[in-house]
């Protein structure tokens, strides 16, 4: 599956942005979406599973990011409210044929190319 990433831009602290990851046939694969900081290695930001029942985030945006899909549309959707400048980073799409989704990388089977997220402080 190819994945496609959008909605990257630069916002000042406080704002919000919403990230959309577009791909034929997502239905059937869980998903997530991690980032990568200059200088840092690429960290599991949100998870969700085949029917969008179960969702995890990364201890870092609980109660700020929502992660959730629509699988008519074959997209998933990243909601980042409350943006801090420690949020900047390159965010990537995944996709996994796991049945259970994981917060590892590695779990994950296919990536899409990366949007840029800026937060000015």
């Known amino acids: 599956v190819q994945l496609q990433a959008s909605g990257g831009g630069l916002v000042q602290a406080g704002g919000s942005l919403r990230l959309s990851c577009a791909g034929s046939?997502?239905?059937?694969?869980?998903l997530g979406w991690f980032r990568q900081a200059p200088g840092k290695e690429r960290g599991f930001v949100a998870s969700?599973?085949?029917?969008?029942?179960?969702?995890n985030y990364a201890d870092s945006v609980k109660g700020r990011f929502t992660i959730s899909r629509d699988n008519a549309k074959n997209t998933l959707t990243l909601q980042m409210d409350n943006l801090k400048p420690e949020d900047t980073a390159v965010y990537y799409c995944?996709?996994?044929?796991?049945?259970?989704?994981?917060?590892?990388?590695?779990?994950?089977?296919?990536w899409g190319q990366g949007t840029q997220v800026t937060v000015s402080s």
């Open positions: 969700i599973n085949r029917s969008g029942s179960t969702t």
């Open positions: 995944a996709a996994t044929t796991r049945p259970i989704v994981s917060n590892w990388r590695t779990s994950f089977d296919y």
């Open positions: 046939g997502l239905s059937v694969y869980g």
